[in-house]
C-alpha cells in the first residue's frame, strides 16, 4: 500500500483556571467540510510548504504549522517556544484522506483577548475542560473523532497545563494506528496501552472514525 497519509499538526492549548481543571481550546468544524464534519476537535490542519524550516525536520514544520493553524482558525497567537510534544495519530482508516498529526500542547498566553472564529475555518471556538467536552458528547450535543476521544480522556487526567507537560515528557511520543481486535464478541478499536491514554479501545459500531 502506498503511503498517501498526508502531514498534518494540531495544538491543544491549555489554559489554567483557578479552581477546576484547565480549559482546553476547542473548535467545531463545519459540517460541510469531507473530513469529521461537525466533530470538535482541537485547532489545526495539514502541514503546508511554508511551514518548513531551515532544519528540513517533520516536527518542526509541525510546531510552525500547528501554532499557524491555531492563529488562523481562533485568532489565538500562541509562541511557538511553549509547544511540548504530546503524540503522533497516524490512523489507517479506508477513507478518502488519511492524515499523520503531531499533537502539541501550549500553555494559554497571558491576556488572550477574545476567541474569533473564522468563518469556513471551524463553525465556533470555545475553552472547556476535556471533561465537560467529554460530557457534551456523551449527552449527543457534540460529536468527536476516535483520536479526539482518546487525547480528551488523556487530558482529563490533569489538574494544570504543568502537570499535562510533566506527563507528555514521560513518555516518549510514538505513532499511534489503532487497529481491529475482536474480544468478548465484539469487535473494537484499540490502540497501544503503554502511551498514557487510560482508555485504550471502542467498540468498533460506535467509533466515529472520519
Known amino acids: 500500500?502506498?503511503?498517501?497519509?498526508?502531514?498534518?499538526?494540531?495544538?491543544?492549548?491549555?489554559?489554567?483556571?483557578?479552581?477546576?481543571p484547565p480549559a482546553l481550546l476547542m473548535v467545531e468544524r463545519p459540517r460541510t467540510m469531507?473530513?469529521?464534519?461537525?466533530?470538535?476537535?482541537?485547532p489545526g490542519g495539514r502541514i503546508d510548504a511554508e511551514d518548513w524550516t531551515d532544519s528540513g525536520a517533520l516536527s518542526?514544520?509541525?510546531?510552525?504549522?500547528?501554532?499557524?493553524?491555531?492563529?488562523?482558525?481562533?485568532?489565538?497567537e500562541v509562541a511557538p517556544d511553549t509547544l511540548v510534544p504530546f503524540a503522533r495519530w497516524r490512523p489507517n482508516f479506508h477513507h478518502h484522506r488519511r492524515f499523520d498529526t503531531f499533537f502539541f500542547l501550549a500553555p494559554c498566553p497571558p491576556d488572550p483577548g477574545p476567541l474569533q472564529p473564522q468563518p469556513g475555518e471551524c463553525e465556533r471556538a470555545e475553552w472547556l475542560a476535556a471533561g465537560e467536552v467529554l460530557?457534551?458528547?456523551?449527552?449527543?450535543?457534540?460529536?468527536?473523532?476516535?483520536?479526539?476521544?482518546?487525547n480528551l480522556e488523556r487530558l482529563a487526567q490533569f489538574g494544570s497545563?504543568?502537570?499535562a507537560a510533566a506527563h507528555a515528557r514521560s513518555i516518549p511520543v510514538e505513532t499511534?494506528?489503532?487497529?481491529?481486535?475482536?474480544?468478548?464478541?465484539?469487535?473494537?478499536?484499540?490502540?497501544?496501552e503503554h502511551l498514557g491514554?487510560?482508555?485504550?479501545?471502542?467498540?468498533?459500531?460506535?467509533?466515529m472514525r472520519a
Open 197 to 207: 491514554y487510560p482508555v485504550t479501545r471502542e467498540r468498533l459500531e460506535s467509533a
Open 34 to 42: 469531507a473530513f469529521a464534519a461537525g466533530a470538535m476537535v482541537f
Open 135 to 150: 460530557a457534551q458528547i456523551g449527552r449527543g450535543e457534540a460529536s468527536a473523532i476516535f483520536p479526539t476521544l482518546r
Open 60 to 76: 518542526d514544520a509541525a510546531q510552525v504549522a500547528a501554532v499557524r493553524e491555531t492563529r488562523e482558525e481562533t485568532g489565538l
Open 1 to 20: 500500500m502506498t503511503d498517501d497519509a498526508i502531514p498534518a499538526a494540531t495544538l491543544v492549548v491549555m489554559r489554567d483556571t483557578a479552581a477546576g
Open 161 to 163: 497545563f504543568a502537570e
Open 176 to 192: 499511534i494506528t489503532p487497529w481491529i481486535e475482536e474480544a468478548d464478541g465484539e469487535r473494537w478499536l484499540r490502540i497501544p
